[in-house]
């Protein structure tokens, strides 16, 4: 039986001793010197001392100083430090001994490098007991036992999902600490979670709960973030959580709609996964995508916005004058309007072997989370865009070289004037024009990339470890298939833009024209990238956003 193990608090000394009275008295003489700075854990075999040292483990608790007695039945004191060793390596390790058992103490030192051993009885224990334990707290407390951060990572490097997981987490601001299956660490963690590494990525959540190959709803759920809608029905749901996204639900949650954003990954979108936007208005120095989508996200909370995580939208619904959100889970929800934030994802690229090396290797817009991992490498990034300008100027400071592959003649056609000028002066980012990827190679990760010229279609193999891609932009907006009007690419046209005469839409049934920013479906509208002939500018994303609202006030004010 181990007590006080599952409350939280203070850092750990964990004394085990089969008889109930002794342990009773250990504990009593340590609380009362060490009480107020310590949590002293009392367990009565060596079990349930290792079964408490793991949920230790799980939770992030720190252990000082164990204490065991030798004599104990189906485990001695040696055995179960022993063990305990593994769990918690920086803890100081006190064998309790009878005046018989000296020797075996001794031998102790050797196998399993005891710091002390303590004769029975230790009474008074301000002579025998408190020296012993002050002098081992103050060398535990100057030796290397920075605790560990709350949610932790357990994974494989080259694991698509162990990739996902990490992603997920630094997208959304949740502090975590990675741990490679192949570590020590790692290895302390699988065995106290009882998993044999078998199956990865394994997440231990802040109050020690172990999640194994978990999906992004659970991980989201486990981590504080989220995921329930605390009502059924809004004034405004914002599906998407971007620039576009976050400015709607900052400016209707401002105005005093009661506004719900919905995101089903991370907010932020693109622009969150950006190394450095320099051309945003009133940040001369340039903000980094999370710094910005955190301050936004931060201000949507504080004026009363709902935002749900890890959840994906399936459809949209007209049901008289409410317009009704499902679920891919099969919940709903209703509103009296919604706008569609819900942005672009980067196209695939459609090479031999690239889907197979996806997250091994293969990274699509995440240069912000793998930079550390490929530190000293070359690293090639596909795009000629500012978000690929942007990861190459933040990869160029630790990587050996970055090399940038763009299909076209030049990068001024699709980048800013500013980032083609740093690049230029960057001496270890070089531009390779006209060149396309024609095939990865790799087996459980990329080692080589097949790189064509497509002007003569020269072929050049070269070694690789790691792959940014940053190209085109398809809209997320296929599950509006057959409600909103979308033009032949995906995106969702709007007001004016929807028919070439300036007239309403097939199916328009209101007596006005649809607003500038508003769908095929009255009281739905569209701002950001997923709207038809948008800027694709984190600034005008923004700027539609707050726009976007200014028209639902108007929608509800005439409904």
């Known amino acids: 039986m181990a007590q006080a193990a599952g409350a939280a608090g203070r850092t750990v000394i964990l004394t085990v001793d089969d008889d109930p009275g002794v342990s009773r008295a250990v504990a009593r003489d340590l609380r009362r010197r060490y009480g107020e700075s310590y949590r002293i854990v009392r367990a009565e075999s060596g079990e349930s001392g290792l079964e408490a040292l793991r949920e230790l483990k799980l939770r992030g ?75 081992l707290l103050e060398a535990w407390r100057t030796s290397d036992y920075r605790p560990v951060p709350t949610t932790k990572v357990v994974g494989h490097r080259w694991s698509a999902r162990s990739s996902d997981v990490r992603e997920f987490l630094a997208r959304n601001q949740v502090p975590y600490r990675w741990y490679s299956v192949e570590t020590p660490e790692g290895q302390r963690l699988l065995a106290a979670a009882g998993q044999d590494g078998e199956r990865l990525p394994l997440v231990v959540t802040p109050d020690g709960t172990p999640l194994v190959e978990p999906e992004d709803p659970e991980l989201a759920a486990h981590v504080g973030l989220a995921t329930t809608p605390t009502s059924e029905f809004y004034d405004l749901v ?25 995101e089903r990954s991370a907010t932020g979108g693109q622009a969150g996964q950006s190394s450095r936007i320099e051309n945003y208005l009133g940040f001369p120095d340039g903000v980094s995508g999370a710094q910005l989508t955190d301050r936004a996200r931060r201000q949507a909370k504080k004026f009363g916005a709902e935002i749900l995580t890890a959840r994906e939208v399936s459809a949209l619904e007209v049901n008289g004058a409410a317009r009704i959100v499902r679920f891919s889970d099969g919940t709903a929800i209703g509103a009296h309007s919604v706008i569609l934030a819900t942005g672009v994802s980067y196209r695939q690229l459609q090479a031999p072997g690239l889907a197979e090396l996806t997250g091994c290797g293969v990274f699509y817009g995440s240069a912000l989370t793998e930079a550390p991992a490929c530190s000293g490498y070359d690293v090639y990034i596909v795009g000629g865009a500012n978000s690929a300008g942007q990861a190459a100027m933040y ?150 956003g707050a726009m976007a609202v200014m028209l639902v006030h108007r929608y509800l004010e005439q409904s």
């Open 238 to 262: 914002v599906i998407g959580g971007g620039p576009a996204g976050l400015g709607a639900a900052v400016y209707g949650a401002s105005e005093g709609l009661r506004t719900l954003l919905v």
């Open 395 to 544: 990869l160029s400071r630790g990587c050996k070289s970055v090399n940038l592959l763009v299909r076209g003649e030049s990068l001024s056609a699709s980048m800013s004037h500013y980032l083609i000028q740093q690049i230029n002066d960057a001496p270890n980012i070089h531009v390779r024009t006209r060149t396309v990827v024609d095939a990865a190679h790799g087996s459980d990760h990329l080692e080589k990339l097949t790189l064509r010229d497509v002007a003569t279609g020269q072929t050049e193999l070269v070694d690789a470890q790691w792959l940014f891609v940053f190209i085109g932009a398809a809209p997320l907006t296929d599950w509006l298939e057959g409600t909103v009007l979308r033009d032949e690419k995906g995106f969702i046209p709007t007001g004016p833009d929807m028919t070439s005469d300036g007239q309403p839409p097939k199916g328009w049934e209101l007596d006005r024209p649809p607003y500038h920013l508003e769908t095929s479906v009255p009281g739905v509208f569209v701002a950001g990238d997923a709207r038809a002939e948008s800027a694709k500018r984190v600034a005008s994303a923004v700027g539609e």
């Open 61 to 135: 608790d720190l252990v000082a100083v164990i204490l065991a007695d030798y004599r104990m039945p189906q485990m001695n004191g040696i055995e179960f430090l022993e063990q305990a060793l593994d769990v918690y390596p920086g803890a100081r390790r006190v064998l309790l001994t009878a005046y018989a058992d000296t020797n075996a103490a001794i031998d102790a030192i050797n196998v399993i490098d005891l710091d002390h051993y303590l004769l029975k009885p230790w009474d008074p224990p301000e002579e025998k007991l408190y020296p012993v334990l002050d002098d």
